[in-house]
């Protein structure tokens, strides 16, 4: 009832006039660590919704279901965290969390005090004026923003020029752009909140701006359409008669900004929000099973391997980020839970081997997660941003690339066959971990109060301790022995032949240099089935891959006729001249290098990654003046990239410029932690995390189910 009344309030009040308290002001001044920039704001207006609710019925219930309506002190997990940082780092400090989180309890001063269940701007989270207030974005991340003061008119709905100059007023140049996302889905930590180093957090914005989706040109050819972060998170919903924002043929922007909080979107039990999160994940990674291993038999494609019992059994289970125009999973990637299960059964229905996770550890599962490692070099799994030392591992997916893992078991000396394996990629919002923790706060005095206090305030008190919904993003099924062509393969196993053997060459370009060969067998086959079906765009993609493994092993001429065969068929590409520039710097040979870079920048100019490679491969040649314009134009889109501050700092001193010193100070700031190395050594010593993640292709064996598992035969 609580949530009727509250949407009733909202959306049903009459007028468009204000209410509510008298104003109030914020200081203004400096708000750091947060990079937010705010002058002097009427706080109480900042945080209002209903006003806008009275015209803008739809968007306003797009919103209060969205994370961005419980992106504060009401949303438990978020609480758990920063009610931690904030008692071992400081209340002052975490207005680097809150520039994001809370920037009305940042502009109003609250949040450098005691933050109590009562504080009326405690469940304000990200409001309608907060992002319509942006007025200029900075690529810094951190909220890196500024916010205008301007008055907000509300018009008379039959004077057009009033319209205009509302419509004028909250629709400034940032809106519809990747970088007011940017703003704040780019982060880092440092000094100023206790790390000994600087350290990069998440960066979907620079991911997304390097892949196709944002222009740039990582080296995989594919097509898809250039799109913002809008385009994918806030779609088009139809829209009612009540809604008074610009109407496209019915349909109006969408302002739920779905992504991969499931956990929030059951509870909110708004059945769009959660369809819309469901289709973010499901279908996003396509899942498959590679090259195959069959005593010392190998084969390229599973379903023509030969099977006998006994044996030992080795296959790779492949991922590609298919859909994703950033890393797959995005956001806060130490907290994500993404993890692979396979099952191998024979045709009887026993189960021969399976990699699962238990109730409370992963331990034993391949994880698509970053790991970040605290003081005694073990893994922080709490998302303790003022313990971070250094960084470890990314497990995660970029654009459009593709990871094995692999798996082995030795079969029984009796099968039946043709066996099944079946592969599935799965996703939870949270780690079992910081699930346990966040529950354990949200029962507290404190956290009963919030809850109750969201209950006033007609919100939902969202429960941590609930169970988590697991979505399965992508699935595989496979059949392996005699008997397994007359099976058909599911989910990323039904491709034809040629996309799944390019995927896989891809996934095991990631192998060491000493083991990249292996995915020589795979690209050729692909090229062959490409060169059967007279494609040209798979042709070329094979001779990419080609000159990628040739690249890799040093043969930068072989690299490069590769590159000019898959020209032949599509034209020019900077995808093609990113791995030309690639495979001449691997061989120290700068001079083509810096061309083939320098023709990337100039198809790609926001591709800051572009510009860290022309800027080094200058350096590289001692060509000054042109690795200081390269370093420059990076740091105008990644100010805080390590590589790019270095060349820079190392091109002034070559040129005598008295900014040298300061551009070294800066640079220094910036490098990874020297202790790295030594950190992440302990680590694979002590845990098991490390010593599977530092794998370039982790390596799990497959046991038999410590309880039965009901036997299932599928007639395929």
């Not at 590159?563 to 690639?582: F, K, Q």
Request: a neutral charge; one cysteine or more.
């Amino acid at each position: 009832m609580a949530r009727w009344v509250f949407l009733w309030l909202v959306l049903g009040a009459a007028g468009c006039s204000f209410s509510g308290p008298a104003p109030v002001r914020s200081s203004g001044g400096d708000l750091g660590p947060s990079l937010t920039s705010a002058p002097v704001l009427d706080v109480s207006r900042l945080a209002k919704t209903d006003d806008c609710a009275n015209c803008h019925a739809d968007v306003a219930a797009h919103w209060v279901n969205s994370v961005h309506a419980y992106a504060s002190f009401d949303n438990p997990w978020y609480r758990a965290s920063i009610d931690r940082f904030r008692r071992e780092r400081g209340e002052k400090e975490s207005r680097f969390c809150a520039g994001c989180h809370d920037p009305v309890l940042l502009v109003s001063g609250d949040i450098d005090g005691k933050v109590a269940s009562d504080n009326e701007l405690a469940y304000a989270g990200i409001t309608c004026l907060v992002c319509h207030s942006i007025e200029s974005t900075r690529p810094d991340g951190n909220a890196s923003f500024t916010l205008s003061d301007e008055p907000v008119l509300i018009p008379d709905p039959a004077k057009p020029e009033e319209i205009e100059l509302h419509r004028a007023r909250l629709t400034m140049q940032p809106l519809r752009s990747a970088a007011l996302c940017g703003t704040c889905h780019r982060s880092f930590s440092g000094p100023a909140l206790g790390n000994a180093n600087h350290l990069p957090g998440i960066d979907d914005f620079g991911d997304w701006a390097s892949s196709t989706y944002g222009g740039g040109t990582q080296d995989h050819l594919v097509s898809v359409d250039e799109g913002t972060c809008q385009s994918c998170h806030m779609k088009a919903e139809a829209a009612s008669d009540a809604e008074m924002a610009g109407v496209d043929d019915g349909m109006i922007r969408g302002h739920r900004w779905a992504a991969s909080h499931t956990a929030l979107a059951t509870q909110i039990s708004d059945p769009n929000s959660l369809s819309q999160v469901r289709d973010q994940l499901e279908g996003a990674v396509t899942v498959d099973v590679g090259a195959v291993r069959a005593g010392e038999r190998r084969y390229v494609l599973p379903e023509e391997a030969r099977v006998r019992g006994g044996e030992r059994l080795v296959f790779d289970v492949l991922l590609q980020n298919e859909r994703v125009g950033h890393r797959f999973p995005g956001g806060v990637r130490d907290l994500q839970d993404t993890w692979v299960e396979v099952e191998v059964r024979d045709a009887a229905g026993r189960v021969l081997g399976v990699s699962k996770p238990s109730a409370d550890s992963h331990e034993d599962v391949f994880v698509l997660r970053a790991t970040m490692l605290d003081r005694e070099a073990a893994p922080d799994l709490l998302h303790q941003v003022h313990r971070f030392v250094a960084p470890a591992f990314d497990r995660t997916l970029a654009a459009h690339d593709a990871r094995a893992v692999r798996y082995s078991l030795t079969l029984p000396p009796r099968i039946a066959l043709p066996l099944r394996i079946d592969a599935r990629l799965m996703h939870r919002k949270h780690s079992p971990e910081f699930q346990r923790f966040a529950c354990e706060a949200s029962r507290s005095e404190r956290g009963l109060a919030f809850g109750a206090g969201a209950k006033e305030r007609g919100k939902i008190a969202l429960d941590p301790c609930a169970a988590q919904p697991v979505t399965t993003v992508g699935a595989a099924t496979v059949w392996m022995g005699r008997g397994a062509s007359t099976r058909v393969g599911e989910g990323g196993a039904s491709r034809p032949a040629v996309e799944r053997l390019l995927t896989q060459g891809l996934a095991l370009l990631h192998a060491k240099q000493e083991h990249v060969h292996v995915a020589k067998p795979s690209i050729e086959r692909a090229q062959q089935l490409a060169r059967d079906a007279a494609s040209s765009s798979l042709q070329a993609r094979a001779f990419v891959l080609r000159a990628r493994l040739a690249a890799v092993q040093g043969r930068p001429e072989s690299a490069v006729a590769f590159t000019r065969r898959a020209e032949a068929l599509i034209g020019p590409s900077p995808v093609l001249e990113r791995v030309r520039g690639d495979a001449y710097s691997r061989v120290w040979r700068w001079g083509p290098a810096a061309e083939a870079y320098q023709r990337v920048t100039d198809a790609a100019p926001l591709d800051y990654r572009a510009w860290r490679d022309l800027a080094r491969a200058y350096g590289s040649m001692s060509d000054d003046q042109n690795a200081l314009a390269a370093a420059d134009a990076g740091l105008r889109l990644a100010p805080r990239d390590e590589s790019l501050l270095r060349s820079r700092a190392l091109a002034l001193e070559a040129l005598g410029d008295p900014e040298a010193k300061r551009a070294k100070r800066r640079w220094l700031a910036h490098r990874k932690p020297d202790d790295q190395p030594a950190l992440l050594a302990s680590c694979e010593r002590a845990h098991q995390r490390c010593l599977k993640d530092r794998q370039p292709i982790p390596h799990y064996t497959l046991t038999p189910p410590t309880k039965p598992i009901h036997a299932r035969v599928n007639s395929g």
